[in-house]
């Protein structure tokens, strides 16, 4: 079965990005002139999906108007005869179809994917969370999608951490059975670095089949007090297979400060745009930088 709809947690806080996620959702960060969210979304599309489900809260309401038509703005770029503006806010509206649910409660992201439910029904769906930005070639859905086809199972988006990292992710212990596939044998939810079983992350990249909901509505809360995914897939991992995809692309954490500055600065150089302008200006910097024991 085609996988034709995905699910957007978005509700979390991000208090890792304080005080810029004071009053506005870090998803709308802006990664050089696009929300980080846009970028997600676009992801999503560009494999294959159809529909998507903001499950959201307090406080996240510009994700909604992001995503809806600017009438205003859209009179007023047509008055001035903006043709190039107009279509670019117009397109926004028109990526995909949209449904929102609010989580009411910040209970943890296995709650949030549980507020999915009725959304779902009984299909195979897509989870991607908004820190994870993922510059691929082919976009990294895509490639968890075609290890989903192939196996019809659960699978995850997996990367190799530095070990003293590996207690700000889930960690999962797996078989390799090719290239870029494992087969997961054990999973812990953000393990101190002395238990993780391995130095393979999960990344915010999910395809999940429906079998899910039972076991998240029963789930005991788990790290943080949260009702964790990662427990819930190792429990589903005891009746059906749950595979890894190490993708190929890079990887930008932007609900990290650094992580942000990275992902827009190799973004920006990637930019035909300034490409060229950005370049000088950061080798100049660095130049100065290098003299300057100030800087
Ligand atoms: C969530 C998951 C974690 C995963 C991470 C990827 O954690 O619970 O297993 O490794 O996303 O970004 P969060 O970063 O939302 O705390």
New binding site residues.
Partial sequence: MQVKKAVFPVA?LGTRFLPATKASPKEMLPLIDKPLVHYVVEEAVAAGIEQILFVTGRGKRSIEDYFDIAFELEALLYDKGKDAELSQVREIAEMVKIFYVRQQQALG?GHAILCAREFVGEEPFAVL?G??IIDAKRPCLAQLLDVHYKYQGTVLALEQVPMENIS????VKANRISDQIFEVIDMV??PKREEAPSDL????RYVLTPDIFPILESLEPGKGGEI???DAILTLLSEKAVYGCQFEGIRH?C?DKFGFLKATVDMALKRNEFNGRFRSFLRQRLEECDNDSNC
């Fill in positions: 979390g992201l969370l820190d994870d700000a992710y889930g960690c939810e953000k992350a999960i990344i915010g964790q995914l990662t954490d609900g």
